[in-house]
């Protein structure tokens, strides 16, 4: 694989390289103005709504919902809700899925590892094809996400068996046979303001370390056909 990035927005190219690597990055896809607006609306919905936190993530933070919640309609979270609501995700989502659905957004600042079955290599049981906002830069740090490019193949193969045996790691239940380890993963560096897109028949992973301190700020869209 040449790399997982790609400068320009240009929607056939970054159809092409999902499908041939599973993921694919859009550097600066949010402007610096844009991103503060984005970031204000973030902070504010995990304040306002923190009775509706999920629970049993320690010091993370973490909100569903959904694009025609009335906490992504209201005037003060237009910004998040016309990035997901955008011709250029639809567009996307068109040629890859054909007939999709919208299902969760999450909203999450995590400053730890809860070391759930994320933060394995692993697929989805469910295809979905996932757009990852970055409001700030990830890398090593604090807990960037992790992919395996060109695994689709081996994904969709799996599936046909048992997709509900997913997760790679050798002594977990829900191994499935097949040896992959997280450091085969190739660390996805982002930038605040950087989109990725993957599809979750590439296996991946969620951050798994943080130095202490840091922390990462993700929307995520989920959409599934």
């Not at 054909?98 to 070391?115: R, T």
Request: with cysteine; glycine share 6%.
């Amino acid at each position: 694989m040449e790399k997982i990035t790609t400068i320009e927005s240009d929607i056939n190219d970054i159809v092409n390289r999902i499908q041939r690597d599973g993921v694919c990055v859009i550097k600066n896809y949010v402007n610096a103005q844009n991103l503060n607006l984005i970031d204000k609306e973030f902070e504010n919905i995990l304040n306002q709504y923190e009775s509706k936190l999920d629970k049993g993530l320690g010091v993370n933070k973490c909100l569903r919902t959904n694009i025609n919640s009335s906490i992504l309609n209201s005037k003060n979270n237009s910004s998040i809700n016309s990035l997901f609501t955008s011709t250029f995700i639809k567009n996307i989502a068109d040629k890859i899925l054909g007939k999709w659905k919208s299902d969760n957004i999450f909203i999450h600042k995590d400053f730890m590892n809860i070391h759930s079955n994320n933060t394995y290599p692993h697929f989805d049981y469910d295809r979905k094809l996932k757009f990852y906002l970055c409001l700030n830069d990830m890398n090593l740090d604090n807990g960037c996400f992790k992919a395996l490019p060109n695994s689709i193949k081996l994904v969709e193969k799996i599936r046909k068996i048992n997709r509900r045996n997913n997760i790679f790691t050798p002594g977990h239940q829900l191994y499935n046979g097949i040896k992959i380890k997280l450091e085969e993963l190739i660390p996805i560096i982002a930038n605040g303001g950087d989109l990725i897109i993957f599809d979750t028949n590439c296996i991946h992973a969620g951050g798994d370390k943080f130095v202490d301190g840091k922390f990462r700020q993700v929307i995520r869209l989920h959409l599934s056909n």
